[in-house]
């Protein structure tokens, strides 16, 4: 069982940063893939961001590839979404889940889920 809760979102300018994080619970965290969804008003989910369950492979939606950057501390139970030169189409709110796979992009591949943070982006 994993328990995932993200925080770290926020009200930033266009051009700004944030770094969201997402801690999770139980000692299984280093046998899940971890990634970052995120759901925008009138949109469907979409895939952000995945890392493997070593940290050693990561995958990026194409729309944020060179923007942000996924990264695990399985010490720390958490893994985080460093988000870069934000844009106001980032705005949604963000949520990470845990995989029992090597390193997917669907949703339904996703066996936990946290409730998500907002990042809005202002223009």
């Known amino acids: 069982q994993v328990q995932l809760v993200e925080s770290g979102g926020g009200l930033v300018q266009a051009g700004g940063s944030l770094r969201l994080s997402c801690a999770a619970s139980?000692?299984?965290?280093?046998?899940?893939?971890m990634g970052w969804f995120r759901q925008a008003p009138g949109k469907e989910r979409e895939f952000v961001a995945a890392?493997?369950?070593?940290?050693?492979?990561?995958t990026y939606a194409d729309s944020v590839k060179g923007r942000f950057t996924i990264s695990r501390d399985n010490g720390k139970n958490t893994v985080y979404l460093q988000l870069n030169s934000l844009k106001p189409e980032d705005t949604a709110v963000y949520y990470c889940?845990?995989?029992?796979?090597?390193?997917?992009?669907?949703?339904?591949?996703?066996?936990?889920w946290g409730r998500g943070t907002l990042v809005t982006v202002s223009s």
């Open positions: 889940a845990a995989a029992d796979d090597i390193l997917p992009i669907a949703p339904s591949a996703y066996d936990y």
């Open positions: 139980g000692r299984t965290f280093r046998s899940y893939a």
């Open positions: 890392i493997s369950w070593s940290g050693r492979s990561t």
